[in-house]
């Protein structure tokens, strides 16, 4: 069961419009990368551990997830509130906005909406843990391809704490892995599938 605290993991304060790079920064709400997918993957993926710790690591980063998809959604919402016509157009944040307004919607920059595509449930605990290593390697990339192309302050300060997050998922999921190896060598096991053959 999960508990609602109303309030971000990080604070969001941006006080400057930029439409232009909110179309960038949505790619880590709805992305192939991004905080959605890897929420949804976690979560799913933690059914299928053999071992409670292993449960636990996908379920804890899994909710953070969901945390930092509410922080990126808020700085898409803070950079698109109060926009006229004309800064729409000028920012070509026009497309975007024909369908959504300036709603939070999950799509990835290059304007392809979210699939459940863009993730890995295999149901093997070494196929997915190592699939969360990737993820978490991709999702640590695209935070630095943004951070590429803003100098906003209160951005830069937001994403760099996301981005910092994505590095400490990377470790967690490296020691889950190494765990799962550790248990597997005991039993004299390799190449398996630990969820399902025993």
């Known amino acids: 069961m999960f508990l609602y605290e109303k309030k971000l993991q990080y604070p969001v304060r941006i006080k400057n419009t930029n439409p232009k790079l909110a179309a960038l920064i949505i790619s880590q709400y709805g992305g192939p990368h991004g905080e959605l997918g890897a929420s949804l993957r976690y979560l799913s993926q933690r059914y299928s551990m053999p071992y409670p710790e292993l449960k636990g690591l996908l379920t804890d980063i899994g909710t953070e997830e969901l945390g930092h998809l ?49 993730i890995s449930v295999s149901g093997d605990t070494i196929a997915d843990l190592t699939e969360d290593l990737a993820a978490e390697q991709k999702a640590r990339l695209t935070y630095d391809n943004i951070l590429r192309f803003t100098e906003d302050p209160d951005v830069r300060d937001v994403i760099k704490f996301l981005r910092e997050r994505e590095v400490v998922h990377f470790q967690r999921f490296g020691e889950g892995l190494r765990l799962l190896k550790d248990r597997l060598d005991e039993k004299n096991v390799y190449y398996m599938n630990p969820s399902f053959d025993k």
């Not at 509410?70 to 898409?76: A, D, I, R, S, Y």
Request: aromatic share 10%; glycine share 8%; no cysteine.
């Open 70 to 118: 509410e922080m990126v959604g808020t700085v898409v919402h803070q950079l698109t509130r109060n926009l006229n016509a004309d800064q729409i157009k000028q920012a070509g944040f026009d497309q975007y906005f024909v369908d959504h307004t300036a709603g939070v919607y999950p799509v990835a920059a290059s304007g392809s909406p979210w699939s459940a595509d863009t």
